[in-house]
């Protein structure tokens, strides 16, 4: 039987984007850009709707033109500006985001407010289908808030046009370009939408990509660096003390000459999986190369230390590898000190380590002392 072709929406987002944790990690990125974008918009907005004030329009008596820019000048452009200078901060960005789909509502009531003034009204429609497709598009509104301040907005644009226009014909064409900008607006924020948040996992699995170890799922040596600095910035500030290890599977040449590089590969696998599950969550584990790991333990001293060693050592001699009948470790480790920089730290683990394979291997060495 033929299979039948799969398809999928355009844009359609990875499954495991639906996740709540996946969800704040995009919010947290998106954030700098959304406040920026909010920022520029309403200020840019504002300054229209200023200059639109020293535009002559002979189609508006006077008595309207003087309420046109009352609520341009001292009522919209204020509200915008105020939205512009708030959206840089980050304790009102929360508040940020409803005042600014509130904004556009405020908008369309004063629209059709002065509507109602107008005797010839037909150059001022313009402003309202912009402003449904200026809250989808460019605004920097959320999809959510836009879609309840855009769908107000457009209730208000038909309402005040079933009361103010006189003519069945041009309300129909109203409503018509009222349903086009919602139309095109919604459609467009939703494209929008789609294409942040595919290229903010499409980041997310580079960045993966660039600090993870293909074969066995631990960080690669890319990523131990900005870790270390992390780790040691944070101990010298909060005397938070942490230890380092540096874990070598013993005779892993052997494993691969008489096995073969396949079997070598599933015991570094196997060996990687052990060592995630036997350290904490706040630890983190890399492959260092070949058949060396590193793990940072954090907030240890040198007993908790020495006992991770030992919990790690007979984890790995305990454990069942298909291929290979016994597989153990030589571990050498040491505890971070004020006037360490990264290379000292790794040299003394590694000091360590080679005393625990010159003492006969599958043990701990320690090396506390700088020397």
Known sequence: MQKKPEYSLPFELPSNFSSGFSSDLYEQWDKPARQAQISAVALLTAFLYIIIGFIDKPWASEQAQALMLTVHW?????????????????WFYSF????????????????????????????????????????FIVSGATFRWAIGSASISS????????????SLDIYVMHVFWVFCSFSFGFLGALIFLRLKKINFMTQRELLHMAVTDELTGAFNRNHLNSILSHEMARDLRYDNKFGLLIVDIDYFKNINDSFGHAVGDEVLLKTAQVL????RSSDTLVRWGGEEFVIIAIEVDEEALRHLCENLRLSIEGAHYSSVEKVTVSIGATLFRKNDTQDRLLLRADKALYEAKEKGRNRTAYKIDPG
């Open 155 to 166: 209730i208000i644009l038909l309402v005040s046009g079933f009361y103010t226009i006189n």
């Open 74 to 90: 001292f009522l919209i452009a204020p509200v915008l500006l105020t939205i512009s200078f708030l959206a840089y901060k980050n």
């Open 96 to 135: 940020v985001k409803p005042v600014l789909a509130l904004a556009p509502v405020l908008a369309m009531l004063c629209h059709a407010y002065v509507l109602s003034k107008l005797g010839h009204y037909a150059p001022f429609l313009a402003e309202g289908y912009l402003c449904v497709f200026w809250t």
């Open 276 to 279: 995630s599950r036997s350290i």
